[in-house]
């Protein structure tokens, strides 16, 4: 079984530029979400998708970040611009019941 | 609100000893706790999870947990190290039980010297 797909792993931009993330989770996981990873500290939600629709996306600066999951699969993050704060490694992850299940990550490095 | 403590940021054991990783959860509902492994540039990898059955939950790796109500602990436990053991340690709580979003600890690296 194929684990969650996150393209790129690694992203380097400089400060104002637009970047996105692309996650393909396991097939068969309705719940999909994305979190952030600061250096040093452990993951926080930023958006929780159930199937199509996000049901929670209460921590996701909205004001430059946004995500989609079009027909309840893939998704995308998009941060426009970005910000030297916004480095971080942006993991996502798929669910079945209580059990979620990561991605490897991109590590975001903002100039 | 959900939250949780995990004491020590680094822990460091030598081979063969017992590894012993804390955590403490705070939860208004029954809680769903969880540990998750992360390695160098890799995702998390769920360990374990408790979810109402057994205190005491056996995992992946030779890992287990026992959940202390009493003591709101979910603490972590090896036996014997292994070098493949060095890596970061995540206490999770669920905020919503079976179907809640996941509140994690600031982890704890593990460090296994020869």
């Known amino acids: 079984e194929a684990g969650v797909v996150q393209s790129p792993r690694y992203k380097i931009i400089e400060k104002k530029q637009p970047v996105a993330f692309w996650c393909n989770p396991i097939?068969?996981?309705?719940?999909l979400y994305w979190y952030r990873q600061n250096l040093g500290q452990g993951p926080e939600l930023l958006i929780r998708?159930?199937?199509?629709?996000?049901?929670?996306d209460s921590q996701l600066p909205k004001d430059r970040f946004s995500a989609e999951r079009l027909k309840g699969v893939d998704s995308t993050l998009k941060i426009q611009p970005a910000e030297l704060g916004d480095s971080a490694v942006y993991l996502c992850?798929?669910?079945?019941?209580?059990?979620?299940?990561f991605g490897p990550g991109t590590r975001l490095t903002v100039t | 609100a959900q939250s949780v403590t995990q004491l020590g940021s680094h822990v460091s054991v030598s081979e063969g000893a017992l590894v012993l990783l804390r955590c403490n959860y705070s939860?208004?509902?029954?809680?769903?706790l969880f540990w998750y492994v992360q390695y160098p540039n890799q995702g998390l990898q769920l360990l374990l999870k408790?979810?109402?059955?057994?205190?005491l939950v056996k995992g992946i790796n030779g890992f287990e947990a026992e959940f202390k109500k009493s003591e709101t602990s979910f603490h972590l436990t090896k036996p014997s190290a292994h070098m493949s053991d060095a890596a970061e340690y995540f206490c999770?709580?669920?905020?919503?039980?079976?179907?809640?979003?996941?509140?994690f600890g600031k982890g704890t690296k593990l460090s296994v010297k020869p």
């Open positions: 992850a798929s669910g079945y019941h209580y059990e979620q299940y």
């Open positions: 097939s068969g996981h309705n719940t």
């Open positions: 998708y159930e199937n199509e629709e996000a049901v929670d």
């Open positions: 939860s208004s509902v029954p809680p769903y």
């Open positions: 408790y979810t109402s059955a057994a205190t």
């Open positions: 999770a709580v669920s905020d919503g039980g079976s179907q809640g979003n996941l509140i």
